[in-house]
């Protein structure tokens, strides 16, 4: 009766109730294979990452001494009205030209192998093709779309944004240039805008460290 009243009450509980002694008490419960009620805390495992790790290659080759043999790829977002929306972008890293962009709605893996078959579409392949760790870039079907053309994947380690910084520094001049993405009023009005603004980065943006607009650097 006590257990079905306190289930978790052990043998020492038991005795203070009953005022009984503690031997036989006991000795009782290990007869009847008595046992109080334990509940069993559920086991929080961390996930293990079993994804492929690539090495960051751009960091162990010369710089390239033409186009096509780095792209470097990445995504930001820009806000919209209360949300946001996704632009990837690949530039090579020879004339900092952007090769290739997307830009949905959702940072998935079709975000970032929209912009890969963009570029591919009107550049043809890289050699190289790096970017960060993020779930977008591991995906197999982002890694294996590639690796099946002949392109080198190269990541950079996690936590080091920094070995992506031709992409991180292209993302805030642009952003600037852009301006309040806000003042458009449809997601077309932006998306144009957004386009407009890569060709002219690529085509008139005077890039400082060419001299001049990635389209003309040869």
């Known amino acids: 009766h006590v257990l079905a009243q306190y289930p978790s009450y052990g043998h020492r509980r038991i005795v203070i109730l009953l005022k009984m002694n503690k031997k036989k008490i006991r000795r009782v419960m290990r007869v009847f294979d008595i046992k109080p009620y334990r509940r069993r805390g559920r086991r929080f495992r961390k996930i293990k990452d079993y994804s492929t790790i690539y090495p960051n290659l751009i960091q162990s080759i010369s710089f390239p001494d033409k186009a096509n043999q780095i792209w470097v790829s990445d995504f930001t977002y820009i806000s919209f009205h209360g949300k946001y929306v996704y632009l990837a972008t690949i530039l090579d890293i020879f004339n900092r030209?952007?090769?290739?962009?997307?830009?949905?709605?959702?940072?998935?893996?079709?975000?970032?192998?929209?912009?890969?078959?963009?570029?591919?579409?009107?550049?043809?392949?890289?050699?190289?093709?790096?970017?960060?760790?993020?779930?977008?870039?591991?995906?197999?079907?982002?890694?294996?779309?590639?690796?099946?053309?002949?392109?080198?994947?190269?990541?950079?380690?996690?936590?080091?944004?920094?070995?992506?910084?031709?992409?991180?520094?292209?993302?805030?001049?642009?952003?600037?240039?852009?301006?309040?993405?806000?003042?458009?009023?449809?997601?077309?009005?932006?998306?144009?805008?957004?386009?407009q603004q890569i060709y002219y980065y690529n085509n008139q943006r005077i890039h400082l460290k060419l001299k001049m607009p990635p389209v003309q650097y040869s």
């Open 97 to 195: 030209k952007v090769v290739g962009w997307s830009l949905l709605t959702t940072h998935s893996v079709q975000l970032t192998i929209t912009a890969l078959i963009n570029a591919i579409e009107k550049q043809g392949r890289p050699d190289i093709l790096h970017s960060d760790q993020g779930s977008e870039y591991k995906s197999k079907l982002y890694t294996n779309f590639a690796k099946n053309l002949g392109i080198n994947i190269s990541m950079s380690h996690k936590g080091c944004p920094w070995e992506n910084g031709y992409q991180e520094s292209f993302y805030d001049k642009f952003k600037i240039d852009l301006g309040d993405s806000n003042r458009f009023k449809t997601l077309g009005e932006l998306s144009a805008a957004i386009y």
